[in-house]
């Protein structure tokens, strides 16, 4: 059997997985924040992406209709706003409104999801799923992801300004405002797994649910890949990218 | 085929339902708002009625966790945050705990539920289920029992305050809270099944809808009754009411 970690063990392992297996490896990324993509290529990027953007408050309502603790689902609660807005804020999802508008896409095509590709559709409703069948635990364990992303959002912020001349600092204000977000995310769920994976087998799933999450970031990245970089193959119905300018 | 029912119609036809099938026309209502109970069976009450209070932010996160819609998420939101509370609203489930705290009732041997009658847990938990089994339709219409609600909230603080020595103005507020809030939330519910249903089947299931949930709260006095009133023979496990003072 194997052995019951400490908090701090755990929390070495978690991040072990997120320098083997985070979405920041995927290639794909490296020609986005390289200026080495078309803006069609920014493009169909952003509108997939939309896809996972607006699933986020179902995936975290979803894992608070499961929360029996008031107090739990409070804390919860504020994710749900900073995605969907509210008082004042006008949220997440709006912010990457702000961007795919920046990229010149129509509001429609991005928010009926009608062009996204069919695999981020179901890498996306798996993450939806999984926090709906999974125990808690898992569910907020596989928030943990977070922990990986400022590093990500520096770079794709720093790189993509440099690299595009149709990326201005207005587009951009979902990542800047993720930087501030996700550390205070991060905490709470990290010190939850921390304190609440009691036996060997629940920090095993707790390990598992973040690779699970990792596939499900990756999985949409080499979709992507596959439909606008190489072979630059999109699916019958799918995004199809301008011509490289 | 039935016909397709003009929006006045079908509110006629819903409040119909009310006027036939609402909990207010329970027995046990009528025992609790005339006086003729124990502060056992208040107690009684007080109690399994929790289990369906704090069911019910688990319901509208359901709810809201198949909402593709942001705005809808957004105007549905304040529900949640009306029972477990923020931004200095202590929320309806800490006012239900006020209640139960007046009554003399353990905050332990409410919150867990463990006193609870098992057909208040069936009944609770077959409104959770239904929310996320049905349509969103059919899941807002399920929350117009509201309609008929300030009518017996009103009753209920007029003939309680009157007839039980056990019980003050200070615990009676979650009822107050609810005069105040159940209008609002209504009046969205109400317009979005009248302009949202627009078939004959649709508006067939939102009748049933609103059916459906005048049984959850039918059949949690039918147990209540059974086990506290007549014959009054609660089942192994639930609480124990204390001998009629």
Redesign the interface.
Do not use: C, F, N, Y
């Given at each position: 059997m194997k052995p019951l970690l400490d908090g701090d063990e755990l929390e070495t392992r978690l991040r072990r997985i997120g320098a083997e297996r985070y979405h920041s490896l995927h290639p794909f990324h490296a020609l986005l924040h390289g200026g080495r993509l078309s803006r069609g290529q920014v493009q169909a990027w952003a509108l997939n992406r939309y896809c996972y953007q607006?699933a986020i408050?179902?995936k975290d309502?979803?894992l608070?209709?499961?929360?029996?603790d008031?107090a739990m689902?409070?804390e919860w609660?504020h994710r749900?706003?900073e995605h969907?807005?509210?008082d004042g804020n006008p949220?997440g999802?709006e912010r990457w409104l702000i961007l795919t508008d920046g990229l010149g896409l129509d509001r429609d095509d991005v928010t009926s999801l009608r062009l996204v590709l069919p695999a981020t559709r179901f890498a996306v409703e798996a993450y939806?799923r999984f926090v709906?069948e999974r125990s808690t635990l898992e569910g907020i364990a596989s928030s943990l992801t977070e922990l990986f992303a400022p590093a990500i959002h520096k770079e794709r912020i720093a790189g993509m300004l440099a690299n595009y001349d149709f990326i201005d600092d207005g587009v951009m204000q979902y990542f800047r405002r993720r930087l501030e977000e996700a550390p205070r995310d991060v905490g709470f769920a990290l010190a939850y797994v921390k304190r609440e994976a009691r036996t060997p087998e629940q920090q095993q799933a707790v390990l598992d649910a973040v690779r699970f999450k990792c596939d499900v970031l990756w999985a949409q990245l080499d979709a992507l890949h596959h439909a606008y970089v190489e072979p630059a193959s999109p699916p019958p119905g799918a995004f199809v990218a301008e011509a490289r300018s």
């Open positions: 607006a408050p179902r309502l979803t608070m209709s499961r929360m029996t008031r689902r409070r609660l749900v706003i969907d807005g509210g949220g999802l939806v709906g």
